[in-house]
């Protein structure tokens, strides 16, 4: 038990100012919302179930075209710029 007080994953938050949590909770709704939107995505233009990405050992990416390289490549940037923002908000 933490003699502070604090448990569980909040302590880790508890220094942070609310825009940092928030942009970090930005970068990762953006990584994980837009990934499984690219992978279902993908899975439809393949002609398979959009579901076909989440089964254990499903690696889409060996068949991605260029267009979805690219919306990969925006959705990296966009959640390590975000997660960057979040990081460094307190001294913004």
């Known amino acids: 038990m933490d003699p502070t ?4 994953v909040g302590h880790i938050f508890d220094g942070m100012s609310r ?4 942009f970090l909770g930005l ?3 953006t990584w994980l919302v837009g990934g499984n939107i690219l992978v279902a995505s ?3 233009r393949l002609g398979k179930s959009p579901w076909s990405g989440f089964r254990p050992f ?3 990416f060996k068949n991605f075209n260029a267009k979805e390289w690219a919306i990969l490549a925006v959705l990296l940037v966009s959640a390590f710029t975000l997660g960057a923002i979040g990081l460094v908000a307190d001294t913004i």
Request: glycine share 18%; proline share 6%.
């Open 27 to 29: 970068a990762a709704m």
């Open 58 to 60: 499903a690696f889409p």
């Open 42 to 44: 993908h899975y439809r």
């Open 5 to 8: 007080g604090s448990s569980g």
């Open 19 to 22: 825009l940092g949590v928030l």
